[in-house]
C-alpha cells in the first residue's frame, strides 16, 4: 500500500480509515444523491459542478480544499467528514504557520505536476484565512445539500473586520483573464477538427488574429485580401469607431479561409469579384459564435479529461473566448508576459473618526506667512521724497531704489 503523503486531490491516498467512507458526520445512505463515496471523491466533484466557473475561482477553491483534506488526514488524523468546530479552529492556526516547512510550503510558481508540489506558498494572514473559510463554507453545504454528510458551521466570527473579508472577496473576482496555455490550445485544435469549418474558422480568427468576438462577427468575405505573390493573407478589420486596420494572417488560418473559399465555389483570384455579388457573406455569424464560445471549450475540456490531463481539464471548463486574446503572441515567443497579467490589489485608504482629523490638525505646525511688502513702483522724475517716505514702512530703512527717467534716457537714482 501507497504511503500517505501530501499530494493533490486527484491522488491524494489517505490513510487506512481516514478517507472518509465511514465519517462520523456522513448523513444516512438513502439520502445521498452523489456517486461520491470518499472526501476526495466528493472534493473533485463539488469542483465540476459548474463548469462554467471562472479559472481563478476554479483554482481558489481547489486550493483551499486540497489544504483542508490533506491536514485532517495527516496532522490531524482524523477524516474531513469527520472534522467538527475545533477541528476548523485548529487548522486555522496551522494554516498561519504550516509546519515543518519543508513537507507544506513550496516556491512560488511551482506546477502541480511536480514532486516538490505543496499545498502553501507561504504562511496565510488573517484575511486569506477567512477567505478560504468561506470557500469551504460552500463545500460543506453543497455536502449536505447532496446528502453526503452534514459538516459543521464556519463560524462568520472568524473574520477580522467586514472591510478586509469585503477586500477579499473583490480581490478574487477581479482576477485578471488569463490567456490560454499552449496544452490548452492544443486540445481545442484537436476538437476544432470535429467541429464544422466554419465553426473552426471562427475560434482560429480570435486565436490568430488577437481579435475580440465583435470584431470578428463585424468581418465579411469582402474583407479578406488573398495573397499576392505568394504573401499571406489579409484582413481589413472595422473597429466600433469606424476605424479600418490591415492586419495579416499566419499560414494555419489561411489555409482555413482557402478552404471555406473553395466550399463557397470561389476560385483563386475571384475573391473580390465574388465579394462584390455577394457583399452579404460573413466569417462568423453570430449563431457560430454563440456555439462555439461554449461547445468548443467543452469539448477539449473532455477530450483532456479523458487522457487524464486533470490540470488542462479544468482550465479548459472554465475558459471562453476571452482567454483566447493575446495566447497566439505567447505561445509564439514563449515566454510569459507575467507582469502584464499579474493581480493588482486596490489599496483602500483608512477612514478616519472626527476626533482624528481634529487631533490631526492641532498636531499640524501652524505656518504665519510673512507679512507681504508693497511692490516697488514706477515714477516719473518729479516725485515727492516726504510723500514716499509717508507711504512706505519705515522698516525700510530709509532705503529705496526707484526707477528714474530723464531726457537722456532711464537710469535709477539712489534716495536716502
Known amino acids: 500500500m501507497l504511503e500517505p503523503v501530501v499530494c493533490q486531490a486527484e491522488h491524494f491516498v489517505a490513510p487506512a480509515g481516514l478517507d472518509g467512507a465511514r465519517g462520523a458526520r456522513r448523513m444516512d445512505p438513502q439520502q445521498k444523491r ?119 458551521t464556519v463560524s462568520v466570527a472568524y473574520k477580522s473586520s467586514p472591510g478586509q473579508l469585503s477586500a477579499v472577496a473583490t480581490f478574487v473576482t477581479e482576477m485578471p483573464v488569463m490567456p490560454l496555455s499552449k496544452p490548452g490550445w492544443d486540445w481545442v485544435a484537436q476538437g476544432l477538427a470535429t467541429l464544422s469549418l466554419q465553426s473552426r474558422m471562427a475560434v482560429e480568427l480570435m486565436y490568430f488574429t488577437n481579435l475580440g468576438r465583435s470584431d470578428v462577427m463585424r468581418l465579411g468575405i469582402g474583407d479578406c485580401m488573398e495573397p499576392v505573390e505568394a504573401g499571406p493573407w489579409r484582413l481589413v478589420v472595422t473597429g466600433c469607431t469606424g476605424q479600418r486596420r490591415t492586419v495579416e494572417v499566419p499560414a494555419p488560418l489561411g489555409c482555413t479561409l482557402r478552404a471555406f473559399c473553395d466550399q463557397l465555389g470561389v476560385a483563386p483570384g475571384q475573391l473580390a469579384n465574388h465579394a462584390r455579388e455577394f457583399p452579404g457573406i460573413v466569417l462568423a455569424p453570430p449563431w457560430v459564435m454563440r456555439l462555439v464560445s461554449v461547445s468548443a471549450f467543452r469539448l477539449a475540456a473532455g477530450l483532456a479529461r479523458r487522457a487524464k490531463d486533470f490540470d488542462v481539464a479544468m482550465e479548459l471548463a472554465s ?98
Open 34 to 152: 452523489t456517486g461520491a463515496n470518499t472526501d476526495a471523491e466528493a472534493i473533485l466533484e463539488w469542483l465540476w459542478i459548474n463548469p462554467n466557473k471562472r479559472h481563478s475561482t476554479m483554482q481558489q477553491q481547489r486550493r483551499a480544499a486540497e489544504r483542508l483534506l490533506n491536514w485532517a488526514c495527516l496532522v490531524r488524523r482524523k477524516a474531513l467528514s469527520s472534522l467538527d468546530e475545533d477541528d476548523l479552529a485548529a487548522c486555522r492556526l496551522f494554516a498561519a504557520n504550516p509546519t515543518p516547512p519543508a513537507d507544506w510550503i513550496c516556491r512560488p510558481g511551482t506546477r502541480r505536476l511536480s514532486p516538490k508540489w505543496r499545498p502553501f506558498n507561504s504562511p496565510l494572514a488573517r484575511v486569506t484565512i477567512d477567505g478560504e473559510l468561506l470557500v469551504l463554507r460552500s463545500l460543506f453545504a453543497w455536502m449536505e445539500a447532496v446528502g453526503y454528510a452534514r459538516m459543521p
Open 319 to 416: 475558459a471562453g473566448c476571452r482567454n483566447l486574446k493575446d495566447a497566439f503572441a505567447l505561445h509564439s515567443k514563449g515566454t510569459v508576459l507575467r507582469d502584464k497579467f499579474k493581480p493588482k490589489r486596490k489599496r483602500k485608504r483608512k477612514r478616519r473618526t472626527p476626533e482624528q482629523m481634529q487631533e490631526a490638525r492641532l498636531a499640524k505646525p501652524q505656518v504665519h506667512a510673512a507679512p507681504k511688502l508693497p511692490a516697488a513702483k514706477v515714477v516719473e522724475k518729479r516725485v515727492s521724497l516726504s510723500d514716499l517716505r509717508q507711504q512706505y514702512s519705515p522698516a525700510l530703512d530709509g532705503q529705496l531704489s526707484l526707477p528714474f527717467t530723464s531726457n537722456q534716457g532711464r537710469r535709477s537714482r539712489r534716495l536716502a
